[in-house]
């Protein structure tokens, strides 16, 4: 079974850009679903984008708020999955997970890409934050 190894987080001013990579271990990620996910503490963990497997074309799904301002991308030389982060608030400041779940059916990403009950695999996160 693949492992997920979150790396990129740092400390960053409002207004600036990061990206977050999600590396799998021990297989590539072709074949998974992989979402990325943000909790602070005393909140629920919250589903910020979604990528599909390769086959559905690489399509995504985004958290409303994020829309705009955040991209999910594979790099299949790599092998892995990132998230790139632009124009950054306080309000993203979280610690950053991926998760990933094989999905044959090659589904179309949606909402329930978004619901960590979607996901069997999880990293242990990194952390962003945005301003002081």
């Known amino acids: 079974q693949v492992q997920l190894v979150e790396s990129g987080g740092r400390a960053v001013q409002p207004g600036e850009s990061l990206t977050l990579a999600c590396d799998g271990v021990?297989?590539?990620?072709?074949?998974?679903?992989v979402g990325w996910f943000r909790q602070v503490p005393g909140k629920d963990r919250e589903g910020v984008s979604a990528?599909?497997?390769?086959?559905?074309?690489?399509?995504?799904v985004y958290l409303e708020s994020v829309k705009g301002r955040f991209t999910v991308a594979r790099h299949y030389i790599q092998k892995a999955v990132y998230l790139y982060m632009k124009n950054l608030t306080p309000e993203d400041t979280a610690v950053y997970f991926c998760?990933?779940?094989?999905?044959?059916?090659?589904?179309?990403?949606?909402?329930?890409?978004?619901?960590?009950?979607?996901?069997?695999?999880w990293g242990e996160g990194t952390r962003v934050t945005v301003g002081a």
């Open positions: 998760a990933a779940t094989e999905d044959p059916s090659q589904t179309i990403p949606g909402d329930k890409h978004l619901s960590p009950l979607f996901y069997d695999i």
């Open positions: 021990g297989r590539t990620l072709d074949s998974y679903a």
């Open positions: 990528i599909g497997t390769r086959p559905t074309g690489d399509s995504a």
